[in-house]
């Protein structure tokens, strides 16, 4: 997607005129590389200037819209498109796992309590000896 105001040789025209003579010498070895560089940064600008439009509610894309609400704090009340996410999620669990193919990820059972050992009572420091009755 080209812009009216982007030529596709503008990063070649930058060039001093020497290294464009000595490039059209050469079979054009230069300007391709720098019209193949120019098309990865417009395509890059144009990238950003999307990001840049789904920073706003009014402007960003329909898929942007839960994260914005999420960090707003929105609950939404109806989301026809809820169903499908919750599908896509049980339809990821039972996916084979992509380190060993073939295989499904092994189901981790019931979760095993650690057993509850108390703290030791605070002993404070041995040269502050405390006594059983008040002080005198």
């Known amino acids: 997607m080209?812009?009216?105001?982007r030529s596709?040789?503008?990063l070649f025209e930058l060039m001093p005129a020497l290294h464009r003579i000595l490039d059209e010498e050469q079979?054009?070895?230069l300007g391709g590389l720098l019209r193949l560089v120019n098309e990865h940064a417009d395509l890059l600008r144009d990238d950003v200037e999307r990001l840049w439009d789904d920073f706003?509610?009014?402007?960003?894309?329909?898929?942007?819209v839960p994260y914005i609400g999420d960090l707003v704090g929105n609950i939404p009340l109806l989301d026809p498109d809820m169903t499908?996410?919750?599908a896509t999620g049980r339809g990821a669990v039972h996916r084979p796992h992509r380190a060993q193919p073939?295989?499904?990820r092994p189901d981790p059972g019931p979760r095993r309590r650690r057993p509850h050992h108390p703290?030791?009572?605070p002993q404070g420091h041995p040269s502050h000896a405390r006594?059983?009755?008040p002080a005198t």
């Open 119 to 121: 703290l030791p009572a």
């Open 102 to 104: 073939g295989r499904t």
């Open 84 to 86: 499908a996410a919750a």
């Open 131 to 133: 006594g059983a009755g």
């Open 27 to 29: 079979g054009h070895v």
């Open 8 to 10: 596709p040789d503008r």
């Open 56 to 64: 706003f509610i009014e402007t960003c894309q329909r898929w942007v």
């Open 2 to 5: 080209t812009a009216p105001g």
